[in-house]
């Protein structure tokens, strides 16, 4: 019996939301009860993630997470997405049984890095940065060499840009300025370390743009029954 499929979303609601019609446009079958049944636990009353961990304030939102997971395991869904990079800093800090399920997105967006074995531009949150997720991941020594970081002042505007994302699916804020940024940092290829740019790099694969991207939530979409 195919697993049930969680996501844990809602942060934000409009990315999460797509990852799941994403699951849908990939694994919809002719068939219809053949396809993937999914659960979306869409909550946006999460406290600011970057918020919580750059004040150390995280307590209330590890809480907050496990209490989430614990509602969709006795939904008996086998298969959880924490639709939120900057939400997996609070993975390591769940007991064993909350972390069972979880599909990280930073073993696929690092797996994928390693697999490429190309210069890839990591774009995230601040939070995300501030907190070493990815560095302190236990693939980030095979991968590290790929990985390319902003400096301060391209790190703030990709974290204000990302902001944007959550009130407006159909504005794409980050179009503007990716091109500099991959030719700043001598790459062709990024990596949507954030859940909002799922949402872009959507954008681009319909306007046919050609840019390389590693998205955790797409290879997870795109590959579902390997995760299972």
Not at 35 to 53: E, G, H, K, N
Not at 77 to 83: D, S
Not at 94 to 105: D, K, T, Y
Not at 145 to 151: E, K, N, Q, R, S
């Amino acid at each position: 019996m195919k697993p049930l499929w969680g996501i844990v979303g809602g942060m934000g609601a409009l990315a999460s939301a797509e990852f799941a019609k994403t699951i849908y446009e990939y694994n919809t079958q002719e068939i219809e009860q053949d396809s993937p049944v999914v659960i979306l636990y869409s909550d946006p009353t999460f406290s600011d993630r970057t918020q919580a961990f750059l004040t150390g304030s995280h307590d209330a939102l590890v809480n907050h997470l496990a209490d989430r997971l614990d509602r969709l395991y006795k939904l008996d869904v086998g298969r959880i997405v924490l639709c939120c990079v900057t939400l997996h800093y609070a993975v390591p800090l769940l007991p064993a049984g909350l972390r069972r399920g979880i599909v990280s997105l930073i073993d696929v967006a690092l797996a994928k890095a390693v697999e490429a074995a190309r210069p890839q531009l990591l774009l995230c949150s601040s939070g995300t940065r501030a907190a070493n997720i990815f560095q302190n991941h236990e693939h980030w020594r095979a991968a590290k060499d790929f990985i390319l970081f902003p400096d301060e002042q391209d790190q703030q505007l990709i974290h204000d840009i990302l902001y944007q994302h959550k009130l407006n699916s159909g504005a794409q804020p980050l179009e503007p300025h990716i091109q500099r940024l991959l030719a700043k940092y001598q790459t062709d290829s990024f990596i949507a370390g954030c859940s909002e740019l799922h949402m872009f790099t959507k954008y681009l694969m319909r306007q046919g743009e050609d840019y390389e991207f590693i998205d955790p939530l797409l290879v997870i979409a795109k590959n579902l029954s390997a995760f299972e």
